[in-house]
């Protein structure tokens, strides 16, 4: 049944807080919509916003990325499908792959990682894991929602090629190869605009460009004008009712301001969304299966940083000090819109008790971050008679809404640490955060440092399960941990200033910026440590019209079975364009057996190898010899080889305008203009070039004595096009 224009109006904003619009007159019913990433957050009964019915609280993506195993991640997306399917839910509001620009972000543990393609690569198979269970996800922010700080009204100022290779490329991969069901704008504005009113974004690139098929939401809150909306692209706003904006829409289509076809579509792709939420059965799930997946997922996650003199793993006949408030009380997830009830939650003290060593514990700091003398000194007397210290530390707060102020641990932690260090030399210490702390320079006074990230409802199981050696660590870190926070490439330019915040380290994002300056860092990108040792073989590489394959045999020359995750990086020296000094363009997760040799083949597609043309306003793959780096780390490198890439063609129009330099580069032009100078028989002399090879041809021409006229410039244009 055809619905009129005011029920179209009113089915493109929400019926309440978590409900579509439904028009009983059409069958058109009501679906719910609902919070994740990490969890199914579905809104208690009462007034608080944030307060959810139980449900597994999986780690959130500051964790699951460390993975870096879409296999798991697909897994994960399935789980949260059946959870979704037991609480009648049409979509999960999920995943964020908005790239972590600075550590400061508050928003960060809800997003992946500091390099689009594996954010993208790791989305990609969340989506596809979710929708294999009949339920829709929501790509968010869209786009360029690096911030909290002034978040609804920042404008994002970055240039298209950055926006292109950095900001968009996780939300394409996913788009392109999961179409999820919804994508999410972003609340703040990209270059002077509002996300809810980009028609360039919203229409041009992700339906033209991209092929996008689904529907467009709102972030809560992020429209400003609904009209103005719809006629960009956004179909569904959300929360609701708005009866204005309703009235808004339809005095806008009778008043012939708005396209009737453009709220007719909106209307219709609502439509569809509810007809595909309705069109399968309800579920079930298992809350202890569930778990245990939360609980692997989070092994996994956890990055070893140092482990001098094998100090860990530990055994059950070593006495073990505990100290630290995180040990019994742990922090596993981030606040706001994300936060689940959990529908159980593991702590450290309680898992490394299970283990069957002999354990102390003093908590050494409270929750709040209080300093307390008496708890200080506590911790460091038992500390002082254990063989082996645990120090849980880290961030004490982390929320969608604010940024971090710093990315120092608290003083009372700081000091626990120094002093626990200088009572027994055989400390141990685990941080929880939500993106990365400052370790420099007390991780030198400890031998063994463990990045434990929020991990989850399961997350104090799976520390003890790697502390104790059950899981043999396999994490790699998804961000770059600075040296301090003055020398991250972002520094500079966050949080911005005056509704504006500027993206001037452009394309040397994270480690591209680090790697770019040569600038020490404590630990790079891909980093991580396992109970094993892995040896790399040379490594052989072929080109195709679809990529370059990578081959490179990989050993476990330890004692332990373990998984390395093999990292291919990519370069081209000599580019026509400013490039980092390596990118990311393939990985794997690869499990070996303690002497075994696995062959690894990775595929670097040849969409990643292309860099966005500013003058031809499209991808171009460069032709060169690209050099391709495997190995543990962005700044660990096991083999190099030399590839040759056939480039796209790529021939940039000469104008007038173009300088003497450009004409000469192209062969046409060359001819075209040595002809116009008289200099076909004879190089140009250098000097000459040196002075007049910046000059645009146009301003050469007004020059007296010039052998070219203003009046010659069309025809020279003309002649070497």
């Not at 944030?50 to 597994?56: D, E, K, N, R």
């Not at 179409?179 to 270059?191: E, F, G, L, R």
């Not at 002809?675 to 645009?696: F, H, I, V």
Request: hydrophobic share 40%; aromatic share 6%.
């Amino acid at each position: 049944m055809a619905l009129t224009t005011s029920e179209q109006a009113a089915i493109t904003s929400g019926n309440d807080m978590w409900h579509t619009e439904a028009v009983e007159s059409a069958g058109l019913p009501s679906v719910i919509v609902t919070d994740g990433p990490h969890g199914v957050r579905v809104q208690a009964e009462g007034d608080d916003l944030l307060a959810g019915v139980p449900a597994t609280c999986f780690p959130p993506a500051v964790a699951s990325a460390s993975t870096w195993d879409p296999e798991l991640l697909h897994r994960m997306g399935e789980a949260l499908g059946d959870e979704c399917r037991a609480q009648d839910i049409a979509v999960l509001l999920g995943p964020g792959v908005n790239l972590k620009r600075s550590p400061l972000g508050g928003r960060n543990f809800e997003y992946f990682s500091e390099d689009p393609l594996l954010s993208g690569y790791l989305a990609t198979e969340w989506v596809r894991g979710l929708q294999s269970r009949g339920v829709g996800a929501s790509l968010k922010h869209f786009a360029v929602n690096s911030q909290e700080t002034d978040r609804m009204r920042i404008s994002a100022d970055v240039d298209e090629r950055t926006l292109r290779e950095m900001y968009l490329r996780a939300f394409h991969k996913v788009v392109t190869r999961a179409q999820p069901w919804t994508v999410m704008c972003a609340y703040n504005k990209i270059n002077g605009v509002y996300a809810s009113e980009h028609h360039w974004l919203l229409t041009e690139v992700l339906r033209g460009e991209w092929g996008f098929e689904g529907l467009v939401v709102s972030d809560w809150g992020a429209v400003v004008d609904r009209v103005a909306a719809i006629a960009a692209g956004l179909d569904l706003t959300m929360p609701g009712p708005d009866p204005v904006g309703d009235r808004a829409l339809v005095t806008a289509v009778e008043a012939g301001r708005l396209d009737p076809a453009a709220l007719r579509r909106s209307a219709e792709l609502v439509q569809k969304l509810v007809e595909k939420a309705g069109d399968r059965p309800a579920g079930t799930y298992d809350a202890d299966a569930h778990h245990a997946l939360a609980r692997e997922i989070a092994g996994r996650a956890i990055v070893l940083l140092k482990n001098d003199g094998g100090l860990l793993p530990l055994n059950d006949q070593q006495s073990v000090a505990v100290l630290g408030e995180f040990a019994r009380t742990p922090r596993y997830q981030g606040g706001g819109s994300s936060q689940i009830t959990p529908t159980r939650l593991d702590d450290a003290l309680t898992a490394i008790q299970a283990s069957g060593a002999p354990v102390r514990f003093a908590p050494g700091y409270t929750v709040e971050g209080d300093s307390d003398e008496g708890l200080l000194a506590e911790a460091v007397a038992v500390a002082r008679e254990s063989d082996v210290a645990i120090v849980f530390a880290g961030s004490v707060h982390e929320t969608e809404g604010a940024d971090r102020e710093s990315i120092d641990l608290p003083a009372t932690q700081l000091a626990l640490i120094e002093r626990v260090a200088a009572a027994n030399p055989r400390t141990i210490v685990v941080l929880s955060n939500g993106a990365v702390l400052a370790t420099k320079p007390w991780d030198e006074q400890v031998p063994a440092l463990v990045e434990g990230w929020l991990l989850g409802q399961a997350g104090g199981s799976a520390l003890a399960d790697v502390l104790f050696g059950r899981v043999n660590p396999s994490g790699r870190l998804a961000e770059t941990i600075p040296v301090k926070l003055a020398d991250h490439p972002s520094y500079l330019d966050f949080p911005g200033e005056h509704g504006h915040v500027r993206y001037g380290e452009g394309l040397h994002v994270g480690y591209r910026g680090f790697d770019a300056r040569d600038a020490e860092v404590a630990y790079p990108f891909g980093f991580g440590l396992s109970y094993t040792t892995f040896g790399y073989g040379a490594a052989r590489a072929s080109a195709s019209p679809s990529g370059v394959e990578v081959r490179v045999a990989v050993t476990n020359t330890g004692d332990w079975d373990g998984r390395e995750v093999v990292q291919v990086y990519v370069s081209l020296p000599g580019s026509r364009v400013r490039r980092a000094p390596r990118e990311l363009k393939a990985f794997a997760s690869v499990p070996i057996t303690s002497g075994d040799t696995t062959e690894v083949t990775l595929t670097v597609e040849r969409e990643d190898l292309a860099y966005w043309d500013i003058r031809l306003g499209r991808w171009i793959v460069e032709d060169g010899e690209y050099v391709i780096e495997v190995g543990s780390s962005s700044r660990d490198i096991r083999a190099t080889v030399t590839v040759h890439v056939a480039g796209d063609p790529a021939r940039v129009p000469l104008t007038a305008d173009s300088s003497v330099d450009e004409w000469l580069a192209d062969p046409r032009g060359a001819e075209v203009l040595k002809t116009a100078l008289g200099a076909t028989d004879r190089p140009l002399a250098p000097e000459m070039l040196m002075m007049l090879g910046s000059l645009p041809l146009s301003r050469m021409a007004v020059f007296p004595g010039m052998p070219i006229t203003v009046g010659d410039l069309d025809k020279l244009v003309e002649a070497a096009n």
